[in-house]
């Protein structure tokens, strides 16, 4: 049996309240949606894979040509022959060139690693999304329980009044002691605390969730609303062990392993250094200082190349290198502690079953028996005070059950980050963008 078929007989009488925004957390979707476009951390990730993005154009594009223009053989002093006239018309010639550089070998490379570079930072990207959506998960967790706490917390504070009130009267007509009356003035005044932590601990959690939304979180209509979310998070079906799957699914494994393709493409262009590249040039001139015997007009072709026998990429490559190794390590880190924490939260989720067992055979018997006191006092065989301590004790159980939900909602929570079971968000048009 759930613990909900047990709680359902002690109905959560807590003031509804109506939502503060259109937003249902029963919708995971729309939360997605919400992280994507408005959480600051998501923004800034998809910032960086839009910038990581135009390093693809970049890398596609070829280097501009080089235009030089030239006046030369400007005549100073005495021309030759002497009796030239017009000098700065007849002596100096005008050239113009065009440079074209040639990568050998080094483009495709490039090209691949600013591919492999985008990828990288956009499941950075996704995976910064994911600790966001999983935050806000977890804040609204903390909604549920706190306002499910806030409840039975209400529940008590009514039924010590009422406790208070008989004692009072019993202690008036000098049935108690009156210290006993100022044990119960004690306890209510404890019962009401709590009540206000948990009124605190509500406000805390909804501004929690509405950092990570820029967005106001309402509380649920009631505390039998929040208990069902959080029973509903805590038993959905999750894997318990690491699987390949998993590995495909884990944005952050798979930024890692496109950041070591980029490293891997970086060595190669690292090594291709040592091919020099070509710089072509084309050039026209035009000679005025025909009267020497030089050609009015005039083509010139030339090559450029640099020789590598000093710098051929070696820094590049202890750079590309390192990269290299530190993402294999980096990668290998991260996925056996995802592997360790899926096991820790898988036994920790078989733990808390075992102790909601226990404690449905504890409200059972707690009900059993409140059930029972109520229908004693009722042909007069009990007292309402022994009805009322009853109902305190079941209560406290009921408040035992809530912290178990809370419990097994936040291990569920955590078994599914690390399995990276979340929804895509619709907002994600990034790489449509990039591809379009």
Same mark, same amino acid.
């Given at each position: 049996?759930?613990?909900?078929?047990?709680?359902?007989?002690?109905?959560?009488?807590?003031?509804?309240?109506?939502?503060?925004?259109?937003?249902?957390?029963?919708?995971?979707?729309?939360?997605?949606?919400?992280?994507?476009?408005?959480?600051?951390?998501?923004?800034?990730?998809?910032?960086?894979?839009?910038?990581?993005?135009?390093?693809?154009?970049?890398?596609?594009?070829?280097?501009?040509?080089?235009?030089?223009?030239?006046? &030369?053989?400007?005549?100073?002093?005495?021309?030759?022959?002497?009796?030239?006239?017009?000098?700065?018309?007849?002596?100096? &010639?005008?050239?113009?060139?065009?440079?074209?550089?040639?990568?050998?070998?080094?483009?495709?490379?490039?090209?691949?690693?600013?591919?492999?570079?985008?990828?990288?930072?956009?499941?950075?990207?996704?995976?910064?999304?994911?600790?966001?959506?999983?935050?806000?998960?977890?804040?609204?967790?903390?909604?549920?329980?706190?306002?499910?706490?806030?409840?039975?917390?209400?529940?008590?504070?009514?039924?010590?009044?009422?406790?208070?009130?008989?004692?009072?009267?019993?202690?008036?007509?000098?049935?108690?002691?009156?210290?006993?009356?100022?044990?119960?003035?004690?306890?209510?005044?404890?019962?009401?605390?709590?009540?206000?932590?948990?009124?605190?601990?509500?406000?805390?959690?909804?501004?929690?969730?509405?950092?990570?939304?820029?967005?106001?979180?309402?509380?649920?209509?009631?505390?039998?609303?929040?208990?069902?979310?959080?029973?509903?998070?805590?038993?959905?079906?999750?894997?318990?062990?690491?699987?390949?799957?998993?590995?495909?699914?884990?944005?952050?494994?798979?930024? =890692?392993?496109?950041?070591?393709?980029?490293?891997?493409?970086?060595?190669?262009?690292?090594?291709?250094?040592?091919?020099?590249?070509?710089?072509?040039?084309?050039?026209?001139?035009?000679?005025?200082?025909?009267?020497?015997?030089?050609?009015?007009?005039?083509?010139?072709?030339?090559?450029?190349?640099?020789?590598?026998?000093?710098?051929?990429?070696?820094?590049?490559?202890?750079?590309?290198?390192?990269?290299?190794?530190?993402?294999?390590?980096?990668?290998?880190?991260?996925?056996?502690?995802?592997?360790?924490?899926?096991?820790?939260?898988?036994?920790?989720?078989?733990?808390?079953?075992?102790?909601?067992?226990?404690?449905?055979?504890?409200?059972?018997?707690?009900?059993?028996?409140?059930?029972?006191?109520?229908?004693?006092?009722?042909?007069?065989?009990?007292?309402?005070?022994?009805?009322?301590?009853?109902?305190?004790?079941?209560?406290?159980?009921?408040?035992?059950?809530?912290?178990?939900?809370?419990?097994?909602?936040?291990?569920? =929570?955590?078994?599914?980050?690390?399995?990276?079971?979340?929804?895509?968000?619709?907002?994600?048009?990034?790489?449509?963008?990039?591809?379009?």
């Amino acid at each position: 049996m759930a613990l909900v078929f047990l709680l359902a007989p002690y109905q959560l009488r807590a003031q509804a309240v109506p939502p503060a925004a259109p937003i249902d957390y029963g919708d995971e979707q729309a939360l997605a949606t919400l992280v994507w476009q408005h959480a600051p951390e998501v923004v800034a990730a998809r910032r960086e894979a839009m910038v990581a993005g135009s390093e693809i154009t970049r890398a596609h594009l070829y280097p501009n040509p080089r235009l030089d223009l030239g006046w &030369n053989t400007i005549p100073i002093g005495r021309t030759t022959p002497p009796d030239l006239q017009d000098p700065i018309g007849n002596v100096p &010639n005008y050239t113009a060139g065009l440079s074209e550089l040639f990568e050998l070998a080094k483009r495709g490379p490039r090209q691949a690693a600013a591919a492999a570079a985008f990828e990288a930072s956009r499941s950075q990207a996704i995976a910064v999304f994911a600790d966001r959506f999983f935050d806000l998960l977890r804040a609204v967790g903390h909604i549920a329980t706190a306002q499910v706490r806030v409840a039975l917390s209400d529940e008590q504070v009514q039924e010590g009044a009422r406790l208070l009130e008989l004692e009072r009267a019993r202690a008036q007509r000098g049935e108690i002691a009156g210290v006993l009356v100022d044990r119960s003035e004690t306890e209510q005044a404890r019962l009401v605390d709590a009540r206000d932590a948990a009124r605190t601990e509500l406000e805390a959690a909804r501004a929690e969730c509405s950092a990570l939304i820029a967005a106001p979180c309402p509380p649920f209509s009631s505390g039998d609303a929040a208990r069902r979310f959080l029973q509903d998070g805590a038993r959905a079906p999750l894997p318990t062990a690491w699987s390949s799957d998993i590995e495909e699914r884990r944005p952050d494994l798979s930024a =890692l392993a496109q950041a070591l393709r980029a490293a891997d493409e970086e060595v190669t262009l690292a090594k291709r250094q040592a091919i020099p590249d070509v710089t072509l040039r084309f050039g026209y001139t035009y000679d005025t200082f025909v009267t020497a015997g030089n050609q009015r007009q005039s083509l010139g072709l030339g090559m450029e190349m640099p020789i590598p026998v000093l710098d051929h990429g070696q820094a590049d490559l202890e750079a590309a290198s390192a990269a290299v190794i530190s993402a294999q390590r980096a990668r290998a880190s991260l996925k056996a502690s995802g592997q360790y924490t899926l096991e820790s939260a898988a036994r920790e989720r078989e733990l808390i079953d075992t102790r909601r067992t226990q404690l449905q055979a504890a409200l059972g018997t707690a009900n059993q028996v409140r059930h029972s006191m109520e229908g004693a006092a009722q042909q007069g065989g009990m007292s309402q005070i022994e009805v009322l301590l009853a109902r305190r004790r079941y209560q406290e159980l009921l408040l035992e059950g809530a912290e178990l939900e809370g419990a097994a909602y936040a291990t569920s =929570l955590k078994l599914r980050q690390t399995a990276a079971l979340f929804p895509r968000p619709n907002g994600d048009r990034d790489r449509e963008d990039r591809q379009g």
